[in-house]
Structure formats: C-alpha cells, structure tokens
C-alpha cells in the first residue's frame, strides 16, 4: 500500500525532474495528456521557465519534439503516460535515433507491484524502444527516503548522453505510485532534501563537458597528402544541421578546387551562392554520356546519406580512392562498401582544418573539371526552367521548382518523403532564399511529417512551408490540430494514391499493381481543412497556385493548397524532363 508520502514523492521527483531539465537547456515539452503521467505534467505547469506543445496523439507528440529538435539542434522532451501510448513514440524514436535528433522520452509507467500481473494499461515499458535509444533509465518509484541528488545526476546524465556524439534520443522511464498529488500542496522545492548548493545555483547538479570529437594536425595532413595528386575529385554535402555546416563544406570545395554536389537536406542546395556548387547534379546524372565522362578519381562526402540513388550508384561505379566520409557520430556510412577513410570530427572545424591545410600545398587541380560540372549544370538548370515554366501544367516537378523560388526568406522548409522530397532535391531552383530545410530521412518513412513540420515551426519560431504527398498527409492527418495555432502552409501533391511506385517495375504489374501499390484512396483535403479551422485552395493553374500560395504565405496563419495530379503522367513528365 502507498504511504502517506507517496504523493508528496511525486510532486518532489516530478519538480526536480522538470527543473533539472529546464536548467540543462531543454525547456519545451511536448504533451499527450493522460492519468498514469499526471505529477509530471503538474510540475511542468508549474514551472515558470518551461514551455509545452500539447496534443490528444502521442505519435504526433513525438514527431513535434523530433521536428523541434531539428531546428534547434537542443532536445526536447516528450511526456507520456502508460500502456500503448508509450509505444505510438516508436516510429519518431527510431527516427531520431537513425538520423542522429536527440530526444528526451519521459513515459509514465506503473510501480513495478503492477507489473506482469494483469493490471490494467501495464506494458514491459523499459526496454520498450530496444537499440533505438542512445541510453535508458528505469527510475524507480517515487520515495523520500531516496537521497533527491539521485533523481538530479540521472536526470543530468540523459541530458548530456542526448546531445553527446552520437547524438539521439534517451529514454527515462518513471514509475508512479497513487495518489498522484498531495491534497494539501506543499511546494516541491521547499522540501529540506534538497541540495542546498543546487537549491541556490540555477545550475545544473552535474555539469558534464567533453571535447568535440575530431582529428589531430598530423592526421589532417595525412588526409591532405592522399588527396593532393587528385585532379577530378568531388566533394558531396550530404545531410546537415546547419547552413554553417553547409558552407563550411562549400568553403572545403573551394579549396580543394573541386564541385561540390549539394544535397536538399545540405541546407546549401537551396539559396546557392558559391561558385563550386553544382545544384543541378542529380537530373545530370540520369544522362549516362555525362556520367560516364565524369567519374572521379576521390570524393570527400560530408555530412549523413546523400538523397540521390543516381548519385550514389554512379559514385559506387567510379571506384573512388580515396573516399572520405566525415561525419559527427562513429556509425558506418557505406552502402557500396567503397569508403577508405571513415572519419569522426565535428564537420565546421574539420572542413576549416583541411581546407587550410590544402591551401599551404597546391593540388593537382584541372581546372576543366570543375568548369564541365558547372556548365552542365548551368545548361541543366536552364532547360528545366524552360520546360516547367513553359505549358507543361501543374505538375509535381513545377510545384516543387515553384515553392523552391517562392519560399518566404522568412519561412522554414519541411518535406515529406516518397516523391516530394526526390522532386525538390531534383527540381528545386538554385535561386531562391537560403531557408532552413528539414526531411525525416534518417529511416525516410512518410508518418509523422506534418507534426514534424509543427515541430520545426515551433522551433524555429518562424512560419514553414511543407510539401507533402496526399498518403503521407493521410497517416498524419491528426496533427493538422497542431497548425492551427501555429503557421504552416501545407502544399499537399494529390496524386490518389503512392506515386513513387509509378515508377518501379512493379508498376508493369497491371494485375495487381493499384490496390496493392497504388492504393488510391479516392478522397480530397477540403474537408478536412474546414474540420481543424484551416485556410484551404485547390489551384488548377500554375498561375492560381502562385496566387493561392503568395496568399497563404503573407496571410500569418495555417492553410492548405491542394494539387491535383494524374501518377502515369507524372511518371511520364519525369522522363521528358530528365531526357529518358
């Protein structure tokens, strides 16, 4: 039976909890409500210094503290309570964890007297989300006679293996007893066990540091030498954080006298302005004459997986040595088992480090090299201007090259994944804002994405623009409750069904292939707008859909644009534009 101090035990635990957090930088918390997690969402409404996100789905919950993550490069935390609801946070922790966002997972859980005994909404909760998660924690129940200084250093401990390389999320799971809170309040942090250092500080109670991963000045010349009788070598921005990480990459190709092959989640594809980008690499890349001429000799990838399969298959057939990935984290990065040097460094200061060492030593540069990549890619991106502003309609491929120049500077960048996020990292024009943009590629699934949107949207405290498919809308159609007190103007590609699989060889599969692949579902979004309170238009120009997304942008609040397309057209508009 609990004792008389269970619920103060609560409401201890649960402050510290919140503060601790709060103190370590991690102050926004995204809520699911529920019974099992009610001393922590009591100490979260009472903490002055926190901020809360609050949604009826759990999964949305956990995709809006990963999008968060992804604009603010600081964790935030998920609160839970028990049973099912824990589970519906797989998909976004198993995101997180591939793609490297951290993430704070604080789930409610029954005492362990519960456990395996039947009771109600009682689940094997620690181990819930297996190898997923950087570091776990089963905190027991609640207790005064257990020293606070306990709940302080494991508290300080999830926050520090969070953000340390390898980055991702961690898992805290915590036991509640009944009742929940006192009757009679007593403020948590007036309680006498507590550490009066800690009370007094506004500090942390254990403050980690630890250098950033990276390599020493000989290693960095060991590196320089292998690259420097390169004369074609390439250099790859790959997923990024940052646009300083992006130019820190940029300014690598510049000294390295080489192209550099911009990724849409590089944050330098959009907004380019060196002269060694070559945004247009991966519609080059489909011409097989120009790949066959323009296999390098080395390439240095930075940063996670590139998007481009023509990319990575036509670096695969070039056999280059040496192949550098540098990333933050220790994981391996070689699908085609062709990298010689894995290096882990912090990306700013090892592209800093090379480049200078590459500038005390001239390379064997050929300057034609770098000039074929640029002119083709010049001519590249002229042609497909001229064909998507010409009479080629309202397209898949013109709504993503559209909303890639129209962007508000001001606006955030989210992309679904399936065909969208290849059409913007194809199609996307080299001459609009440099705006920050974010793609759930670490396991590339479709689930979660407008949350994450609404997420990134909070975090960057700035409006966003997401392009997303109609199937990737329809898993996440709860979470448009979340834009209707922030701004996010949804551009939804209502192709009826999973265009991406137009164009694979089950397509040819007539017998089978619509209602196993295609799947159309047969259903619009107007309605759907009008349910959650948001702006809705259906554009059937390129003209109207200007119109409608100008207006969306400047009119300060939520919406959605709905583009109609036909799949096998859209399969065949892709073959002319890339000339197969």
Avoid at 30 to 59: I, M, Q, W, Y
Avoid at 99 to 121: C, F, K, S, W, Y
Avoid at 232 to 245: E, F, K
Wanted: with cysteine; hydrophobic share 40%.
């Amino acid at each position: 039976m609990p004792s008389p101090d269970t619920s103060q035990a609560n409401r201890l635990w649960s402050g510290l909890i919140v503060e601790e957090l709060v103190r370590n930088g991690i102050n926004f918390f995204c809520v699911a409500p529920g019974s099992r997690s009610t001393p922590l969402v009591a100490a979260l409404a009472e903490n002055p210094k926190a901020r809360s996100l609050v949604h009826f789905d759990e999964r949305g919950t956990a995709f809006a503290a990963l999008g968060y993550a992804r604009a603010t490069g600081r964790p935030a935390a998920w609160i839970t309570t028990s049973g099912t609801a824990v589970a519906n946070g797989l998909p976004a922790v198993v995101e997180a964890s591939v793609d490297g966002v951290p993430m704070i997972l604080l789930t409610a859980d029954r005492p362990p007297e519960l456990r395996q005994t039947g009771a109600n909404q009682t689940v094997d909760q620690p181990d819930i989300f297996g190898d997923f998660v950087r570091w776990r924690f089963d905190l027991p129940a609640p207790d005064l006679a257990v020293d606070p200084a306990m709940v302080l250093t494991t508290v300080d401990q999830a926050s520090y293996r969070a953000r340390r390389s390898p980055r991702g999320p961690v898992h805290l799971n915590l036991m509640f007893r009944e009742p929940f809170l006192p009757d009679a309040e007593k403020a948590w942090h007036e309680d006498e066990s507590i550490p009066a250092s800690w009370r007094e500080s506004g500090e942390p109670y254990t403050q980690y540091a630890a250098t950033e991963p990276g390599v020493n000045r000989k290693e960095i010349h060991g590196l320089r030498d292998a690259l420097l009788p390169v004369k074609r070598g390439l250099v790859v921005a790959g997923r990024l954080a940052s646009r300083r990480q992006g130019e820190a990459a940029a300014r690598l190709a510049e000294a390295l006298g080489w192209p550099l092959l911009p990724d849409i989640g590089s944050q330098v594809r959009l907004g380019a302005d060196s002269g060694t980008i070559v945004p247009y690499y991966d519609a080059m890349l489909s011409h097989e004459a120009f790949a066959d001429e323009h296999g390098p000799e080395a390439v240095v990838q930075i940063g996670g997986r590139a998007l481009s399969k023509r990319l990575e298959q036509f670096v695969a057939r070039s056999h280059p040595d040496p192949y550098l990935v540098v990333r933050g984290n220790p994981f391996r990065l070689d699908p085609s088992h062709r990298v010689t040097h894995s290096v882990e460094a912090d990306i700013v200061g090892f592209c800093a480090d090379l480049a200078v060492a590459a500038e005390e030593h001239p390379f064997a540069r050929d300057p034609s090299w770098m000039e074929s990549w640029r002119e083709a890619s010049d001519r590249t991106g002229r042609g497909l201007e001229e064909l998507l502003s010409g009479d080629a309609g309202l397209s898949e491929p013109f709504v993503a090259w559209m909303v890639s120049r129209h962007v508000p500077e001001g606006h955030g960048f989210v992309v679904a994944n399936s065909m969208p996020v290849r059409d913007l990292d194809t199609f996307a024009a080299s001459d609009g804002p440099p705006v920050p943009v974010a793609a759930n590629r670490g396991a590339s699934g479709i689930d979660g994405t407008v949350a994450t949107a609404a997420g990134f949207a909070r975090g960057l405290d700035r409006p966003v623009t997401l392009l997303i498919g109609d199937l990737a809308l329809l898993h996440d159609l709860n979470s448009l409750a979340l834009l209707r007190d922030t701004p996010v103007v949804v551009v939804v590609l209502n192709n009826d069904g999973g265009g991406i699989f137009n164009f694979l060889p089950v397509s040819a599969q007539k017998a089978f292939f619509e209602p196993y692949f295609g799947t159309p579902q047969g259903v619009g979004f107007e309605a759907a707008a009008g349910m959650f309170g948001l702006g809705y238009a259906q554009p059937r120009t390129a003209d109207e859909f200007l119109t409608a997304y100008r207006a969306a942008c400047s009119s300060g609040e939520s919406s959605i644009i709905e583009v109609r397309t036909d799949r096998e057209s859209n399969v065949e508009l892709h073959r002319e534009l890339l000339g197969r």
